[in-house]
Nanobody
């Protein structure tokens, strides 16, 4: 079955950086798009960033534009999220997700990795 495993979360001071990784396995379809979402305590899960299979097209939430960069390595079935200039409001559990290209909904989700930004 499809498995997504996130890593790279942790505690960082405001203004710092973190790089999240998400390795996918068990994928039996292609092409597929990958994305990052986050959920802060007491809030709904929200979109952060997405990247198409080719890697040439990306999309970001307004709140992270200019600070976060999504990238992928298809040879490794891995997606990354470079997070710079972190703010306390970026504190959340970050999830990666996969969907078939052309589909609207993400069908596969990781377990999440905690990111905590202290002020």
């Amino acid at each position: 079955q499809v498995q997504l495993v996130e890593s790279g979360g942790g505690l960082v001071q405001a203004g710092g950086s973190l790089r999240l990784s998400c390795a996918a396995s068990g994928l039996t379809f292609s092409p597929y798009n990958m994305g990052w979402f986050r959920q802060a305590p007491g809030k709904e899960r929200e979109f952060v960033a997405a990247i198409r299979f080719s890697g040439g097209s990306t999309d970001y939430a307004n709140s992270v534009k200019g600070r976060f960069t999504i990238s992928r390595d298809n040879a490794k079935n891995t997606v990354y999220l470079q997070m710079n200039s972190l703010k306390p409001e970026d504190t959340a559990i970050y999830y990666c997700a996969v969907k078939r290209a052309g589909y609207t909904m993400y069908g596969y989700w990781g377990q999440g990795t905690q990111v905590t930004v202290s002020s």
